[in-house]
């Protein structure tokens, strides 16, 4: 290691997956206090080098370099262009990397955000009911059969948010599929594009789209639009909810599996459905499993899922970083 450069204990973790190479890849990122201040741009920097959807930086809240035994963290999320307000996928691998990673004993770990406190929940194996057997199967790992419980805002998108000039972004994301809604959150800046389903077609279409993320990032230009979730009803049986993710403004084509959106379609599809817990595919090419129940009385989503750890080690900072 070069005279002055420094290192940092560094996890990437497939979340909402029991199996590696599944979900959405984070990396995470512990900043002991000897490693603070880390300025914005060094973690932007680092963030472009790590070019996974989102890394997180974890700091104790006690003043220790002991991660394993704090139970309350400060958390923060950037995609290789931003830093992004709320990251469901970032925050449930920081808990994996503490949890299984660093051996922190604790049921329960909170973490101080931009969206407020989030806590995540160590829950076992098979505890959340409904889509648990999707969810563990295929891994015969301790950590990546366990399943994390996230405590998330319910956010509530609404037609009546909708920008003007949304029509482009529309058709460069679903092209001529049928448009059943649209809404929009301004609070993390995302559309809801829910399609009416058709039969077979539709879905295989849904499965089947590619947008232009050039084209769709040049719908947009004001600054309104971080991504796009694309969502039509599942088969009712083992899901309840399908979506997709684009995100060209954030960097990030095709988001794997996206927390923070399902926080969004969870009080949507909670209404359509008449029903508290659904359960979720999001279906990128990776693929991804998660649990919903929406707490609409309480203004919460617990969303749920598993992680599996597949790199561990030391991110070296150069001298002055």
Not at 22 to 45: E, M
Not at 53 to 74: H, K, M, N, V
Not at 147 to 175: F, K, R, W, Y
Request: with cysteine; charged share 15%; aromatic share 6%.
């Amino acid at each position: 290691m070069a005279s002055g450069a420094r290192s940092l204990q560094l996890y990437q973790i497939d979340a909402f997956t029991a199996a590696a190479f599944g979900g959405n890849p984070a990396a995470v990122v512990l900043l002991p206090p000897a490693a603070l201040p880390l300025s914005d741009d060094t973690r932007q920097k680092i963030a472009a080098e790590m070019n996974l959807s989102e890394t997180a930086f974890l700091e104790t809240t006690d003043g220790s370099s002991d991660f394993s035994a704090c139970t309350r963290f400060r958390l923060r999320w950037f995609t290789p262009a931003i830093e992004v307000p709320l990251c469901g996928h970032a925050t449930l691998a920081s808990a994996a990397a503490l949890f299984f990673g660093e051996r922190n004993p604790a049921r329960q770990l909170a973490f101080e955000t931009l969206s407020g406190e989030l806590v995540v929940t160590r829950q076992g194996a098979g505890a959340a009911g409904k889509g648990d057997a999707q969810a563990a199967a295929g891994s015969s790992s301790s950590a990546g059969s366990e399943l994390l419980s996230m405590d998330l805002p319910l956010i509530q998108a609404t037609a009546e948010a909708v920008p003007p000039g949304m029509d482009a972004v529309v058709q460069a994301a679903v092209g001529a599929l049928p448009v059943d809604a649209l809404l929009y959150d301004s609070k993390l800046k995302y559309l809801l594009v829910v399609l009416r389903d058709e039969g077979p077609a539709t879905r295989e279409a849904f499965l089947n789209l590619k947008p232009n993320n050039a084209q769709l990032g040049a719908a947009h230009t004001g600054g309104q639009l971080v991504g796009v979730i694309v969502s039509m009803a599942g088969d009712g049986s083992r899901h309840d909810f399908l979506s997709r993710f684009f995100a060209p403004w954030a960097g990030i084509e095709e988001d794997p599996a996206t927390g923070s959106a399902h926080a969004v379609l969870g009080p949507f599809w909670a209404q359509r459905l008449g029903k508290q817990r659904l359960a979720a595919r999001q279906c990128s090419r990776r693929g991804a499993e998660l649990l919903v129940e929406v707490r609409a009385d309480e203004g919460r989503v617990v969303v749920s899922g598993s992680a599996v750890t597949v790199l561990q080690g030391q991110l070296i900072l150069p001298a002055g970083a």
